[in-house]
């Protein structure tokens, strides 16, 4: 018993030598190389083909007068509509506005895109949502006003784009709308 | 007699123990100041000097090992006779006698483009040498070296490897509209990532850091595009009538949880990586958006406003078993769940200002760790160890580090822009 001890120290001993002692005895840089292979840094391409600007929000007054053409095409103005603090019910006043674009919209031809906007507060990606709920309540309401569901679309640019870039109510209570963009 | 000869063992292997046990030294908190690391200044091993050089060498150690928490940096430096960096080549007592436990000794030699960077870690009480790493590469590859070391560093004083070779993807709206860009966790190296004069935003990494998946308006609606970063190669993988957006890369990297309104408003849906729908996971007339996995792939936290107000939920991967996380504040939103799976972090709107907080999954330990301003967006490091979010303290935007205790607010994004919404990826 004594003897198995005394080898089991001995090894012990050993074995402990050969781990913490052993980096004494030779150089124990791990060569690493190369660590960065000359990796080039590829700059990502430039994209494709450069998207459009997003199209320029197209609300009439239509400047230019056909000349030659003797109907004249009516000229349609779609006012936006505005919402309440983390709302998108419409307001009475919002609801007037939308009857006039329902009739006005009937008198054209052309494809109509509700843009949902939001004010700066909150979280961008809580405010897409929002902005596309405000968007998808004022294409409802069209619809049940008479407008043909596939003249309408939507879509939200949450708080990415406000109209007024203050800080303060006033300039809040102008971002958070839907926009009404005649579409080309 | 046993036990004596335990306490034998055990008095022979203290100083292996201590390498095989993860833990180096007792670092049961972050922000753990008592320890004092010494960086010696940084030597020309042959070739031609170069001071600038020299200098970025040692700023890299002192940023990234300030920021990393069991130690203080000694500012101050030892009055050797000899300074050379290898074991035998220098003398511990003027680091002793200055109140160093740990020393980083390091040095360069340049030929042409090349640089080799040797780095040596000592433990000054005892005289011993603990790690050394040599590394040879290209000039422009000196940080990338550098903090490979510092990643090192935290390996051999923790068991762990730090976060500091990770990237950051972001959002910022530099050149007028918003793009995706990257660049080192530390803001070196910014690399413009789309160039598409719309809006881009909710960048992911990919949990091998070699991909990235984000939103963008680039063809009009809000869709979600991959990407791999250095080939640039791209492929638009949702593009469902609505919003496409706040994808998040599963953690075994081959599903992705996203938010999307094709089906009438904001759900919570998991597409494969190449955009085949595989399930629908809320089905509620309320905002469903930001998911986040847990690190086994078991459950999904995301904001909904089902209650009247965003708050955390947590559900299932399966979207069974849904329960709320968040009951304190009105407006809680940005969920990132930590890559050991014990905490949430999250953004909550208050007084005009956004805080961050954690959370535990069970709902308990719910903590605040910013109190100023507009703080937003946080995600975990890929180790756990810090927290990249955007904040606001003197009105411009930009990115910040900091620890996962809220010590430590650094930061690092530096060109003047509003930049936002931070992903740090893992090591490359």
Redesign the interface.
Known sequence: MKQK?AK??LV??FG?FL??GC??LKE????????????K???????PA??P??APVVVAPVKEVPVVVPVVAPVVVLQSVYFGF?KYVLTADASDVLKKNADAIKKITSKVQIQGNCDE??????N???G??RA?TAQKYLITLGVPADRLS????GK?KPLDTGHNEAAWAKNRRDDLVILK | MKSALCLIITLLLFPTASFADPSYTEVTAQGNRQVYLAIAPVKNLGGTPNETIAREIGDILKFDLNLAGPFSILTGSANEASSGIRPGEFDFAPWRSIGAAFLIKSGYAITGNSITLEFRMYDVLNGKSLDSKRYTGVLKDLRKMTHTFSDETLFVITGEKGPFTGKITYVSPLSGNKEIFVMDYDGYNVQKITNNGTININPDFSPNGREIIYTSYKKGNPDLYRREITTGVEARISSRQGANITGAWSPDGSRIALAMSKDGNSEIYIIGKNGNELARLTHHEAIDISPSWSPDGSHIAFVSDRLGSPQIFIMDSNGSNLRRLTYDGKYNVNPDWSPKGDRILYSRQEAGGFQIYTISPDGTGNTQLTTDGRNENPHWSPDGRFITFSANPAGGEAIYVMRADGTGKTRVSRNGSRDMQPAWSNHL
């Open positions: 001890m089991l120290l012990v001993c402990a781990i913490s980096s004494c124990d840089v791990k060569v690493e190389e190369p660590i960065a292979p000359p990796v840094v590829v700059e990502a391409p430039p994209a450069p998207a600007p997003p983390d507060r909150g979280s961008a990606e809580y897409l949502a929002l596309e709920n998808k939507v879509i939200s640019f990415e």
